[in-house]
C-alpha cells in the first residue's frame, strides 16, 4: 500500500495569461483511490493532462517507473503504466469491443512472412479483461449498442488491456445511475486487489468517504493538503476547497402558484414517442423541477418543447400567446434557452472564443441574414463579453480565450451568459451542475434564482434529488414520458419523489 506509483514533484504549469498549477506536489501508490478535489480551475485536469503527456510542466518532475523526468509524452506515458479516462468517453461507437481495446497497438502475428492481425490474440485477451471488469458481453458486439455505464467499463477494459498501473478517472460517475455507480465501485475495488492505483476526479462529495482512501484539495492552483478520505468530513473538505460558505438556494422553496403563468404546456407530445400527452404551467417568477429516472424522458421532453425533436400534438403558449416551434431556430426567436445536457456537445461552438459564444445568440435573435454574412457588430459582441465575464464571473485569461480552455463549470457560465444576453423568457436547464464542482453550482443556482426574480419562467432537469428540493419551488415527477405527480417544495423529499417515479 505504501508503494507509490507515480509521483509528481513541484509542479508548476504557466499557460498565457494565467498560472493554472502552482508547485503542487501528488503521488499515487498501489493498490488505493486518491481523490483529486476542488473547484472548477483550481487545476485537477491540467494535472491529470501533465501525468498523461499531453501538457508539458513548466517547472517540475514527475516520478515514475523509478526514474525522473521533467516531462511526458503521451506513448511514454502510456509505456509507463498510466491511462487517463476522460468524462467524454472516447470509445468508438462503430468498432467492436475489442477493436476499441486495441485501438492504436493492433497486435499481430507472422503468416507466411506477412504481419496479420492477430484476431484470436484480441479476442482471447478481450475476454479476460471484460472479465476482470464484470462486462458480460460478447467481445464482438459493437460498442454503439451499450449503455453508458458499459462504455466506461470498456474504457477500463482497456487501460488494463495495455498493462496500465495508474488509471486516472476523470469525473467517472457523472452520467451513470446509483444502480451504474455502484456496479463501477465494485471494479474500483477489484482493481485496487490487484494492485493498480486509481487517481479519482469527483465533484460528489458523498463518493470521497465511500470510494477513496486519501484525497488531496487544489484551490486555485495551489496545494491545500492530503487527508483521510474515511474520516475526514464533507464541510472540513467544502471549507478547504472553497474557503467560503456555500448556499444551496432558498431553503423551502417559493409559493409563485398565485403570479400569472408565464408558460404552459397542454397535452404535448412528441412524434418519436418519448413525450406523451404531458401538460403544465410555469408562473413568474417559479423554478419549475423535472425528477425523473434515467430513461424516463426528461431531456426529451425537453428538445421537444425547444424544437430539436419534432411534436406530434399539443400547445405551447409563452406570455400569454400561442407559440409555433418546429426547429430550435424558432425556439430562439420565439425567446427561449436551453442549457442543454452536455455542453461539450451541444452547449458551445468549439472553434470560437469565450465573447463569440457570447454574442452569436443575440446576434441571431437580431438578424439571422446579417449573422449569415458575417456582419457582426464586434464593438458591441467585445461590450458583451466583457460585461458577462465580470457579471458572471467567468475565470479566464480573456474573454477572446478559446472557449474550450476553459474548465467545465466557467464553459458553463459563459453557455448561460449568452442566453442572459439574449434576454431570453424562458430557461431551460438541463442537468445544468452535472461535472461542476460545489463552488460553481452554488453561483449558478444563484443565477437561476436571480432569473426568477426578474420574472422569468425556469425549468430545471436534473438527476440529483437534494439539487431539485433545494432549488425548484414545484416538482414534477416525470414516468415513462408523462409527468406522473406535482409536488410543491414543503411535499417533496426524496422519498416521496422516489415513490412516485418507481412505482
Known sequence: MNDVLVAVRGITKIFPGTTALSDVSFDVRAGEVHV???????????????????????????????????????ALSAQLGICLIYQELSVIDYLSIEENLFVG??????????????????????????????????????????????????????????????????????????????KLFTVIGDLKRDGVGVAYISHKLKEIPVIGDRVTVLKDGKYVGTYDAKTTSTDRLVALMVGREIVHGRPGGVDATHAEVVFSVDHLSSRDGWVRDVSFNVHR?????????????????????????????????????????????????????????DRRATGFFHNLNIEENIFVVPALRSTRRALSLGLIDRAQQREFGLSYKERLRIRCASSTQNITELSGGNQQKAIIAKWLAAKSDLFIFDEPTRGIDIGAKAEIYSIMRA??????????VSSELPELIAVCDRIAVYKDGTVATTLANADATEESIMQVATS
Open 285 to 341: 417568477g417559479e423554478i419549475f423541477g423535472f425528477a425523473g429516472l434515467m430513461g424516463s424522458g426528461r431531456s426529451e421532453l425537453m428538445e421537444t418543447i425547444f424544437g430539436v425533436r419534432r411534436k406530434s400534438a399539443g400547445l405551447m403558449t409563452l406570455n400569454g400567446r400561442e407559440i409555433t416551434i418546429d426547429s430550435p431556430y424558432q425556439a430562439v426567436k420565439q425567446g427561449l434557452a436551453f442549457v442543454t445536457e
Open 105 to 182: 497497438r493492433i497486435p499481430t502475428v507472422t503468416r507466411f512472412g506477412i504481419p496479420v492481425v492477430d484476431r484470436k490474440g484480441m479476442h482471447n485477451k478481450a475476454r479476460e479483461v471484460l472479465a476482470r471488469v464484470g462486462l458480460a458481453r460478447d467481445p464482438r458486439t459493437l460498442v454503439g449498442d451499450l449503455g453508458i455505464s458499459e462504455k466506461q467499463q470498456v474504457e477500463i477494459a482497456k487501460a488494463l488491456a495495455s498493462e496500465a498501473h495508474l488509471i486516472i478517472m476523470d469525473e467517472p460517475t457523472s452520467s451513470l445511475t446509483d444502480t451504474e455507480v455502484a
Open 36 to 74: 483529486l478535489l476542488g473547484e472548477n480551475g483550481a487545476g485537477k485536469s491540467t494535472l491529470m493532462k501533465i501525468l498523461s503527456g499531453i501538457y508539458e510542466p513548466t517547472s517540475g518532475a514527475i516520478v515514475a517507473g523509478g526514474n525522473e523526468y521533467s516531462k511526458l509524452s503521451p
Open 451 to 460: 432569473l426568477a426574480n426578474e420574472g422569468k419562467a425556469i425549468l430545471m
